[in-house]
């Protein structure tokens, strides 16, 4: 979403370290290239001029301050950062849970800004801290909106309050109003109402939100507005807060290639946060919003603490443990583990979003846009094509053996030879951490073709060139991919 912002903050930032000492005219430079770059990227003009004043005066301000010595490049950094975080609304709010359940909370927007599917994301969220979210079905004017809600709750087992077809039919305040009744009634402690939108704002979406609002008085009124939709989205959300009022802001569609200026205008511009957002169709592309994590990405500096939350939820305590011990004891490390580790890195979701989340990933643009998430699967099915006493000795796999795993998991023969190959590399590399020696770099940890990514070479690393050809293999397959290679 933010690519080309962070690409433009990047060489604005860059140019500003290449620079010894930082005058008054570096400053005023510096402010007039971040102003394009953020009308450029849709950002309100009100919202720009405000954080380029901010900017402007604390990096002045403090350019007098400066002591010998001092990095004033990244000063000036740190002071871009803290407005940047500002902007986007300081720090993260979480949902206010009811003294006396059920906590109710009902989305309100456009239509096609992705409400339904939100609150399939939202109720499996809760539902995974333990909560017994109810989804009711209030919107009963859009085609098949019943039973789009209806499917999501069937996939993510949450169960739907939905006594209208819809597509038109029945009284939507009603229906909200009895679904609130029937989570009491039935002990869900969390309602999550789904309410129409329009292709526009008018006076008819307004005062039926208005009167579900009125009805049920929700803890929490969510607005969920597309990212995509640009300038519009301030307009849109201040028709809605006045209309309606709202709590809160869920950006949905914040995967796509459009150029994100919402984010930095809403939460600014009608003084209420941005919740969460939603960065993918999964069920699970979903997070918290939180402010610094969010500057940090659009300064380039990546979003290690998310992709860290995501690795804890997705590998097992008991699986983490047994990992460690393992290797504390001196054992192998097996295709077995091998496996469990693809899992666990399958549950993270696309690699190519936990490659952007790296500092500098906003810089690796093209490579990232290379990795092959399929490969993760294809790989997965080559060690579970292979039997218990294969993957905890690979020694054994002879040409008969690979044939039949080749053939097992829909592949070449030379893909199982290469993950073979590269898995032994990484046993090696295990080893000589084991006993305290420094591991050669290796490519792909056992993956086929590197899992589909470049292999990340440094110098420093790189073997010296002793002027000997290195020999070619005589086996076809191996020749071809070590020239590949």
Same mark, same amino acid.
């Given at each position: 979403? /933010? ?20 005058? !008054? ?25 405000? *954080? ?5 005066? =604390? ?6 301050? /400066? ?14 950062? @803290? ?31 992705? %409400? ?13 801290? #333990?909560? !017994? ?34 597509? &038109? ?53 969510? *607005? ?15 028709? *809605? ?60 500096? &990546? ?57 500098? &990933?906003?810089?690796?643009? %093209? ?6 998430? &399929?490969?993760?699967?294809? !790989? ?20 008969? =053996?690979?044939?039949?795993? @080749?053939?097992?998991? #829909? ?54 060139? !002793? #002027?000997?050809? %290195? ?15």
């Amino acid at each position: 979403m /933010f690519d080309s912002l962070t690409q433009k903050f990047s060489g604005v930032l860059a140019s500003l370290r290449s620079k010894g000492k930082i005058s !008054t005219s570096d400053v005023e430079k510096t402010c007039q290239e971040i102003h394009q770059a953020l009308l450029e990227s849709d950002v309100a003009l009100s919202v720009v001029n405000e *954080f380029i004043e901010i900017v402007r005066t =604390r990096s002045l301000a403090a350019l007098g301050e /400066f002591q010998s010595g001092t990095n004033q490049a990244s000063a000036i950094f740190e002071i871009i950062n @803290a407005a940047l975080v500002e902007i986007l609304g300081n720090q993260a709010r979480r949902v206010r849970f009811a003294k006396n359940p059920p906590t109710v909370i009902m989305l309100a927007g456009l239509q096609g800004a992705g %409400k339904t599917t939100l609150a399939g994301k939202l109720a499996k969220y809760f539902a995974d801290q #333990g909560n !017994t979210p109810l989804l009711v079905a209030s919107d009963l004017q859009r085609p098949n909106a019943v039973t789009q809600l209806q499917v999501v709750g069937e996939n993510i087992g949450i169960p739907v309050f939905a006594p209208e077809p819809g597509n &038109g039919v029945g009284d939507p305040v009603k229906v909200a109003r009895d679904g609130v009744s029937f989570a009491k009634a039935k002990l869900h402690n969390m309602v999550i109402v789904d309410t129409a939108g329009r292709l526009g704002v008018d006076a008819p979406l307004m005062k039926e939100a208005k009167s579900i609002a009125d009805a049920i008085n929700p803890n929490e009124i969510l *607005f969920v507005v597309d990212a995509m939709i640009g300038q519009d989205a301030v307009k849109t959300a201040q028709a *809605f807060l006045d209309g309606v009022g709202f709590d809160g802001v869920v950006l949905t569609k914040l995967d796509g290639d459009a150029r994100g200026g919402a984010a930095l205008s809403i939460a600014h511009m009608t003084k209420r946060p941005i919740m969460f957002v939603s960065n993918g169709e999964k069920v699970d592309d979903f997070d918290i919003f939180y402010p610094e994590r969010m500057a940090s990405r659009i300064l380039g500096m &990546g979003d290690v603490a998310t992709l860290a939350e995501q690795a804890k939820k997705a590998i097992d305590g008991d699986v983490a443990a047994k990992m460690e011990s393992k290797f504390a004891s001196g054992e192998d490390f097996t295709l077995e583990d091998f496996l469990e580790q693809l899992q666990a890195l399958s549950k993270m979701g696309s690699m190519s979003k936990m490659l952007a989340m790296l500092p500098g &990933g906003a810089q690796m643009k %093209k490579q990232i846009a290379n990795v092959d998430d &399929g490969e993760i699967i294809r !790989t997965q099915a080559i060690v579970q094509s292979m039997t218990p006493l294969e993957r905890r000795d690979p020694k054994v796999l002879n040409g008969s =053996r690979r044939a039949r795993i @080749a053939k097992g998991a #829909g592949r070449a023969v030379s893909d199982v030879n290469s993950l073979v190959e590269r898995f032994a590399q990484a046993q090696k590399v295990m080893r000589q951490m084991r006993n305290g020696g420094t591991p050669q770099g290796i490519s792909g940890m056992g993956l086929p073709g590197g899992m589909g990514m470049p292999a990340m070479k440094s110098g420093a690393n790189k073997p010296a060139n !002793t #002027g000997k050809k %290195k020999s070619k293999s005589g086996n076809p397959a191996k020749r071809a991919l070590e020239e590949r290679g």
